[in-house]
Every structure is written in structure tokens, then in C-alpha cells.
């Protein structure tokens, strides 16, 4: 089944240290997204990518970075500049040209950070 | 840039009908997409406009008017699983791309 998929799904961090959340979808979808949402808020946008090897910076780029080399996986590293990394972190993927009924965004099941 | 504006909160009784509001100010509309999301997990799609007028889809309903900067999302024959947050999104064409864009979303809680 087509899908996207997120790991782990829990995480925990130590201050100070990097970490490197996952996502891999297998849809054929040109555009990823990482999203992160804090409790009883929205997602905010943190990277987005629509093609390989190119990425742009969302709303709250700081302390994070991505790398898109191949088209099925957008992984999101979380480093020490961040922060407040303690959050929910939410990928989605989508086909970038089409009808716009096709460019419905598609989400990961999550993955939630935790900083001890 | 983007601006969608959202109630933080809701309450309704189960069976009734409740009306989420969402404005935006966008440049670049291209469609605007409800999603529901339940407390831990992913957001879910519900309804898609791109052009004014009213989206019906069983018990849900979503309507655009785009000179306005306006959707709603209507919900009837409330049911207690309807208790979730609902997202306003829309999408923007940028740099020939599109790219969705989310409001900070309506806590829904459907009371017996």
C-alpha cells in the first residue's frame, strides 16, 4: 500500500545532541513538508522541498535542516540550535503539478520529541 | 505571505450542527483544504475548495467564497467522535510550486 511513513515515533533527546527524524514515502509525490506543532496549536511550517536536491526554509527553519537526495526520503535533523525542540513534528508529501484535487497533502502518523 | 485566522475553541451538543469559521489573506490562492486531526495523530483530509460555492460530503460541508477570504466548514448530526481539532489550510502558488499553508486550528468538543 502506498503510504508515508515516519520514525520513530517517539523520541528522546538529551540537550545538546542532534537527532535525525525520518520520513519516506512511497506515492511518487514531487513535494515533502515538515511541520511542527506545539500543544493546542497548528502545524508550523519548518522545511518544505519540491524537487530533489532543492529545499526551501518555512516560517521556523531555525535550528533544523533537511536534505532531499532522493525523492522518497526527506529526513529532518533537529540540532542543538534549536531551542525548544520539544514539539510534535508532522511530514506530509504531495504531487506538486496536476489538478489542484491532487495536490491534497498526504501526512506521516508523527513523530514526538522529547528533550530530557 | 500568509494569514489564516481560526476560533482557538468550540463547544457543541451531539446531534446539533456547528459552523467552524476560517479568513486568510493569501497571494497565490489556490484551494483551500479542511483537515481533521485527533489529539497525537496525523491530520486527516475532509474537504477541498478552489471555487466559490458549497462542498457537501455527508455529514460535512465546506463552503468558499474567495473575494471574501472566507470558508466555513459545517458539521451536522454532531457525534461525540466529531471531538477532534479542524485545520483550515490553504495553498499557495509560489515559485511555480504549491505549497499548503495551515491556521493554528479550531479545538472542537462535542458535549452530550
Known amino acids: 500500500d502506498g503510504g508515508i511513513t515516519q520514525s520513530p515515533k517517539y523520541l528522546f533527546r538529551k540537550e545538546g545532541q542532534n537527532v535525525t527524524l525520518s520520513c519516506e514515502q512511497n506515492?511518487?509525490?514531487?513535494?515533502m513538508y515538515w511541520y511542527r506543532q506545539d500543544p493546542g496549536q497548528g502545524l508550523r511550517l519548518i522545511y518544505y522541498?519540491?524537487?530533489?536536491?532543492?529545499?526551501q526554509k518555512g516560517d521556523i527553519a531555525e535550528g533544523y535542516s533537511v536534505s532531499r537526495e532522493k525523492k522518497e526520503s526527506f529526513p529532518l535533523t533537529v540540532t542543538s540550535a534549536q531551542k525548544n525542540p520539544t514539539a510534535f513534528y508532522l511530514c506530509?508529501?504531495?504531487?506538486?503539478?496536476?489538478?489542484?484535487?491532487?495536490?491534497?497533502?498526504?501526512f506521516g502518523q508523527g513523530t514526538r520529541l522529547t528533550v530530557v | 505571505g500568509q494569514n489564516i485566522d481560526q476560533p482557538t475553541e468550540m463547544t457543541a451538543t451531539e446531534g446539533a450542527i456547528v459552523q467552524i469559521n476560517c479568513t486568510y489573506q493569501t497571494s497565490g490562492f489556490n484551494g483551500l483544504f479542511w483537515y481533521q486531526q485527533h489529539a497525537g495523530e496525523a491530520p486527516t483530509f475532509l474537504s477541498y475548495n478552489v471555487l466559490d460555492g458549497l462542498e457537501e460530503k455527508g455529514r460535512f460541508s465546506s463552503f468558499l467564497s474567495r473575494s471574501k477570504g472566507y470558508s466555513y466548514l459545517l458539521l451536522k448530526e454532531l457525534q461525540m467522535k466529531d471531538s477532534a481539532s479542524y485545520l483550515c489550510?490553504?495553498?499557495?502558488?509560489?515559485?511555480?510550486?504549491?505549497?499548503?499553508?495551515f491556521g493554528t486550528g479550531t479545538r472542537l468538543t462535542v458535549i452530550p
Open positions: 506515492l511518487n509525490h514531487d513535494a
Open positions: 489550510a490553504v495553498m499557495s502558488v509560489k515559485t511555480g510550486a504549491n505549497n499548503l499553508f
Open positions: 522541498s519540491q524537487i530533489v536536491n532543492d529545499f
Open positions: 506530509a508529501s504531495s504531487i506538486v503539478d496536476g489538478a489542484p484535487m491532487n495536490t491534497e497533502a498526504f
